[in-house]
């Protein structure tokens, strides 16, 4: 067991996370998450500490303290006052509205790497931004918000103009509501592209985004374009790494380097959250500025971007066999198949059958590979436990929305059990409106009212498309 003074040596400079670990037990019983999330130590550093304080550490379940009486004076410090902490504190009300938002907002999806930020993260945002910024005139995008950011931004600026960009379709929704459809809500999954709505529009773009090098790149490169003048344009990033891996925070700094950012700002530890114990859960801000040769690539369609799921970094590809069944499954009537990558970005020629892998799909691909693609037949390799055909409600709401374009088949355990396939045939005379998902909502002949006009289909909310077709 290595003594405590050896501990604090091994962690150098970067020793006060662990003082201030004994300054909190030292005044009485911590939850151990609490105490990773107060002291942004990681997970490790706890547990090191933990076990050279030997006998003189009480536990209790998940909790813990220093003995009584056992004197650790020495090693404690006094926690320094952060002013934004002490703004948090005088937003007494809007923080608990923000704590009942985060404590309903839709289960985090693992698959996306999502963690939760505390309350006081969101509202921290929220009031840095407002006093960096001028959010009165500042067009700004979120990048993902199942944090909730936009919400609290609303509540300072109600005049701010706010954009909400999110694959998963229950924040979308859950956004919208709350906040009176004042923050536009738009669909799109990055790593298929950048819906032209939002291409060009925004001065500030905010997001949290996976923690890998391949992930920070593509939301930074999907940042850059989506700024209107990119070197007057910030780009506002959460990113956390252990002190113990420098190696990893290394890459990402790398990374972002490649995509012709420069870093005007990094401030330590400015995010905490429910989980993420590896890195103290909690995270830098990154604040970056493009430079005049920052890249605006489209970026690698279909890249491996998280780190856990089907569309980890290390998952690898769907096995050959499943394919072929696919493949006779979408030629049933004899049809000529062609299979066709999970990409809705851009029309496709309308073809006899095709046939397309989502076996990695988290849930919204489905829907918009089916909206997207002008086809006789339509076979879709699926996850068994896909949301959209876990219950008979689920199916039943699939059903409806492509009602008038397909008629559907839903093949559960097909070809095996952790698979399963949706075969989808097109209707004599489908609705216009669902066979050209790319088009700007108003130039389509339908009446649509006028805050969706800019819109295409394709990047519309799951709960406005139903409420166009149902």
């Not at 509202?123 to 993902?144: H, M, S």
Request: glycine share 6%.
């Amino acid at each position: 067991m290595s003594s405590l003074d050896d501990v604090f040596a091994d962690h150098g400079v970067q020793v006060r996370p662990l003082r201030l670990a004994i300054t909190l037990l030292s005044h009485g019983w911590q939850q151990f998450d609490e105490l990773i999330r107060a002291t942004a130590a990681p997970r490790r550093s706890i547990q090191e500490l933990f076990e050279a304080l030997g006998d003189d550490l009480e536990r209790d379940g998940h909790a813990a303290r220093i003995r009584p009486g056992a004197d650790y004076s020495r090693y404690s410090v006094t926690a320094q006052a952060d002013p934004l902490d002490a703004e948090v504190a005088l937003r007494g009300e809007l923080l608990d509205t923000l704590t009942k938002y985060v404590a309903d907002v839709p289960p985090a999806m693992a698959a996306l790497d999502h963690v939760q930020a505390t309350p006081e993260t969101v509202l921290r945002r929220a009031l840095w931004l407002d006093a960096r910024y001028d959010l009165r005139t500042a067009r700004l995008l979120f990048l993902g918000d199942h944090d909730l950011t936009s919400l609290a931004v609303r509540a300072l600026r109600p005049e701010a103009d706010l954009t909400v960009l999110d694959l998963d379709e229950r924040v979308l929704e859950y956004v919208d509501r709350l906040s009176g459809r004042t923050i536009r809500t738009v669909h799109a999954d990055l790593r298929v592209g950048l819906p032209p709505l939002v291409l060009g529009s925004a001065d500030l773009v905010f997001s949290d985004p996976p923690y890998t090098p391949e992930g920070m790149g593509l939301f930074a490169s999907r940042g850059i374009q989506a700024l209107r003048e990119p070197t007057k344009g910030r780009i506002l990033l959460a990113y956390g790494y252990s002190p113990r891996h420098p190696a990893l925070g290394a890459q990402v700094q790398r990374e972002l380097a490649t995509q012709g950012l420069t870093f005007e700002a990094i401030i330590p530890g400015f995010h905490r959250f429910t989980g993420a114990q590896a890195i103290g859960s909690s995270a830098d801000l990154y604040v970056c500025q493009p430079t005049a040769k920052a890249k605006k690539s489209r970026g690698a369609k279909g890249k491996a971007i998280y780190t856990h799921g089907p569309q980890s970094v290390e998952s690898g590809n769907t096995k050959p066999d499943l394919l072929e069944q696919l493949d006779e499954i979408a030629a049933e009537t004899g049809l000529t198949v062609e299979m066709r990558p999970a990409d809705w970005s851009i029309p496709a020629a309308p073809g006899q059958a095709v046939a397309i892998d989502l076996s990695a799909d988290p849930g919204p691909w489905l829907l918009r590979v089916l909206l997207a693609t002008n086809a006789q037949r339509v076979a879709v390799l699926l996850p068994n436990a896909h949301p959209d055909l876990g219950n008979a409600e689920a199916q039943a709401a699939l059903i409806a929305l492509v009602s008038e374009k397909y008629t559907l088949r839903l093949l559960r355990s097909t070809p095996g059990n952790k698979h399963a396939v949706v075969v989808a045939d097109a209707v004599e005379n489908p609705r216009e409106l669902l066979t050209k998902a790319h088009a700007k909502l108003g130039n389509v002949n339908e009446a649509v009212s006028g805050d969706l006009l800019g819109y295409r289909l394709i990047d519309l909310p799951r709960h406005r498309l139903a409420e166009l077709f149902i």
